[in-house]
Nanobody, 124 residues
């Protein structure tokens, strides 16, 4: 059992920035390919981006390329999602995910552990 804990969500105006964090106390996140998903009301959960366990290569969905950055601090056992130039359509609950495979993008069905989610709201 791995408990992923997210933080950093909130309300921000369009064009603003937020940084989400994901950490775990019981397991080393370096062992996992880590990803961020999001789910807007009435929509399916979608993959936003990830960082591969083997070499920290990153991958982003087209809608966030150039605006979002995923990184990890191995010493702090934390993964980050830096979100810049936020748009109202980025509004969603954001979920941290851990996948034991070394493959990007992460498929929904391959996620081993999920965080509880953190709300991001972008006002226009």
């Amino acid at each position: 059992q791995v408990q992923l804990v997210e933080s950093g969500g909130g309300l921000v105006q369009a064009g603003g920035s937020l940084r989400l964090s994901c950490t775990a106390s019981e397991r080393t996140l370096s062992w996992y390919t880590m990803g961020w998903f999001r789910q807007a009301p009435g929509k399916e959960r979608e993959f936003v981006g990830g960082i591969r366990r083997s070499d920290d290569t990153t991958y982003y969905t087209d809608s966030v390329k150039g605006r979002f950055t995923i990184s990890r601090d191995h010493a702090q056992n934390t993964v980050y999602l830096q979100m810049n130039s936020l748009k109202p359509e980025d509004t969603a609950v954001y979920y941290c995910a851990a996948d034991s495979r070394s493959r990007l993008p992460i498929e929904y069905y391959s996620v081993d552990w999920w965080g509880q989610g953190t709300q991001v709201t972008v006002s226009s």
